[in-house]
């Protein structure tokens, strides 16, 4: 039983996984930030406004659903809330043969009807 190289090859393994988690989170900022200077903060399927305090909630759609294809001029890009994001991303799952994996919850907890609410107070 040759076990001499777990340790070093584990960790090895540890820095590539790493390492690739940080080039995701880079690209995604990367095109994310692109396409929130390239596009006005609108959802595009509900309209729902965004400023600094809720643009976290506003996310990046590709809409060829190819997450490297990022042209530089935005065209794969659709800025939207996580709700219609997720509803999206459902109706494209349900087509055969496309495997994704989301790991953000189901809308239906975090949002809320209050979104709607906020607005009508502001008014
Ligand atoms: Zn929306
Ligand atoms: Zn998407």
Known sequence: ??????????????????DAR???????????E?????Y????????REF????VSE?????KDHNHDNNPPDGSNWEL?????????????LEQPGTGS???DATPSSTHTPFADLASLLKK
Not at 1 to 16: E, F, N, S, V, Y
Not at 51 to 54: A, G, H, K, Q, V
Request: charged fraction near 35%; include cysteine; aromatic fraction near 6%.
């Open 34 to 38: 692109r396409a929130l200077k390239l």
């Open 1 to 18: 039983m040759a076990t001499k190289r777990d340790g070093p090859d584990l960790q090895r393994l540890d820095r590539i996984v790493a």
């Open 80 to 92: 939207l809330c996580l709700y219609c994001h997720d509803n999206e991303h459902q109706r494209y």
């Open 51 to 54: 400023d600094r305090s809720n």
């Open 58 to 62: 506003l996310t990046v759609h590709h």
């Open 40 to 47: 006005p903060w609108i959802c595009g399927r509900c309209a």
């Open 22 to 32: 940080r080039a995701r989170d880079e690209r995604d900022l990367g095109y994310r």
């Open 101 to 103: 994996s989301r790991r």
